[in-house]
């Protein structure tokens, strides 16, 4: 009996020692999925940069017609309380109005990303607004994000917020729950009521409903005509097992990049290769056009993510080189560190990159690799031209947080990949401002009486060069204005919060 009661008593121990264990597991691990998504950096202080909505004069600008096609010169605008109220050359101005004096100056619409991730680095929103973008469209959102977005429209410094659901997929129980905990994929196999679902996500205040690639098909159909029974939005991938003609009959509205064509065909392909690179682009030609009337036929707008695609094959040739490239000081270090190698997350530097080849790939097998990705961007182009011809509503869009898309300075990188794609600096500059607000159904993305007062003064013109949207002077979001001092200010603090 006393052997009987000493063994109990072991067993109690070990078992109380693996609870420990397993809980102890437990918070390192989600301690690094946290890091990993940005949560480990502190939030800067915002409070010194917070700007109330006044009464303003900007005088002597030259202002970006309500076209988006010429610059109309020694123009006033007067703003009240976050309204353009009026432009012209002959308007009086308020003795009570705060002038800003744009002598020399271009100003054009607050800038749009289209498709950006936050995660959890709400010092990103200064990131945005430095870089004179005014709204953002979370596309994997979360509670936190909503809360952010209340606070922006009380007036925290930071871009108006366009929030998405999270993703939704479809996977099984355990996945599910690994999923939802790591990577904030939300499984629509295990939810059983969908009318609830997304009668709950819509009182919760999201915008959008976005489904991603392994959602099936039988789920893509449930979830998308209820979101549209229900009057919310639904964007994303195109799931996997969804065919082309398929798509065209569906309730997906908006799709997230223009890669997501390009992988559609490459499954109609049959899988292109390194060593049939020529065959894929002919297909792709060939394929281009019916898309793209397709699109056009049904209002179906898509998300560029041009310079995202063009930026893999560098990081697969050599990441150092890539990040050399960009503003890596600015992205969150939680995010840019990642976890392990061995973990696939978002992970930026040399040893993490999800882009990156490995450390034993065969050196004989890099110029191949090199045709496919290089062909992969090739596609992407072709198929934005198409775009382009048949008047696809293409809205500019970077993946933010994604590698080498730093939040607030991809836009740049993004207008200049759509320039040098084929489109004119003024179209491009129209893809993030006007019809990307049109499409959204917002009062921004033109200078005009009526509209919200967001707008980007800068020293030189975009309609010459296009990389002219980066020699910001100063933002006005909201109504609120942020002085070249005050925008540089916040990129200061941002990098000292990530240096800590």
Not at 3 to 32: G, T
């Amino acid at each position: 009996m006393m052997k009987f009661n000493s063994l109990k008593k072991v067993m109690l121990f070990i078992l109380i020692a693996l609870i420990i264990i397993c809980a102890f597991s437990f918070i390192l691990i989600n301690q690094q999925i946290e890091r990993a998504w940005g949560a480990s950096v502190p939030p800067v202080e915002v409070v010194p940069f917070e700007r109330r909505q006044g009464q303003y004069a900007i005088v002597n600008a030259s202002v970006l017609d309500s076209l988006g096609e010429q610059m109309l010169f020694n123009q006033t605008l007067l703003i009240n309380n976050g309204i353009i109220e009026a432009v012209g050359n002959d308007i009086a101005i308020p003795e009570e109005a705060e002038q800003i004096d744009a002598s020399g100056m271009f100003l054009i619409p607050g800038l749009i990303d289209a498709h950006v991730h936050l995660w959890q680095s709400p010092n990103d929103l200064l990131l945005y607004l430095a870089n004179g973008v005014t709204h953002i469209r979370e596309l994997n959102g979360s509670e936190e994000h909503l809360q952010w977005r209340q606070q922006i429209s009380q007036g925290r410094p930071g871009p108006d917020l366009f929030v998405a659901s999270r993703r939704h997929n479809s996977t099984g129980l355990f996945e599910q729950l690994f999923h939802k905990w790591a990577a904030k994929v939300e499984s629509v196999t295990v939810i059983t009521d969908m009318k609830t679902h997304v009668g709950e996500l819509k009182a919760a205040g999201y915008d959008a409903i976005k489904v991603y690639t392994e959602l099936s098909n039988d789920n893509f159909s449930t979830l998308t005509n209820e979101a549209s029974h229900q009057g919310i939005p639904i964007l994303g991938h195109i799931p996997r097992g969804l065919k082309l003609n398929e798509l065209w009959s569906s309730n997906l509205k908006e799709i997230a990049h223009i890669e997501e064509f390009v992988k559609a065909l490459d499954r109609e392909f049959g899988g292109y290769t390194r060593d049939n690179t020529d065959d894929f682009i002919e297909f792709v030609c060939l394929r281009a056009a019916e898309i793209a009337r397709n699109l056009a036929a049904r209002d179906m707008a898509v998300v560029s993510t041009l310079a995202l695609i063009e930026g893999i094959p560098k990081q697969k040739l050599n990441v150092q080189k890539a990040l050399d490239q960009v503003a890596l000081e600015y992205v969150n270090r939680g995010i840019a560190e990642s976890v392990h190698p061995s973990v696939k997350m978002m992970g930026w530097h040399s040893d993490v990159n999800i882009y990156r080849l490995p450390d034993d790939y065969p050196q004989d097998r890099v110029a191949g690799n090199q045709r496919y990705w290089l062909a992969y961007a090739e596609a992407n182009r072709i198929l934005l031209s198409e775009m382009r011809e048949y008047q696809v509503k293409v809205l500019a869009g970077t993946d933010a947080n994604v590698p080498i898309m730093v939040p607030g300075f991809s836009i740049h990188d993004e207008l200049k990949a759509l320039v040098k794609a084929g489109y004119s600096p003024a179209a491009a500059l129209r893809s993030a401002t006007t019809e990307t607000a049109q499409w959204m159904d917002l009062k921004t993305g033109k200078i005009a009486p009526g509209y919200e007062a967001d707008l980007v003064m800068l020293s030189g013109n975009p309609l010459h060069d296009i990389s002219n949207t980066q020699t910001t002077q100063g933002v006005m979001s909201n109504g609120r204005w942020y002085s070249k001092y005050s925008l540089a200010q916040m990129l200061v603090a941002v990098q000292e919060a990530n240096g800590s």
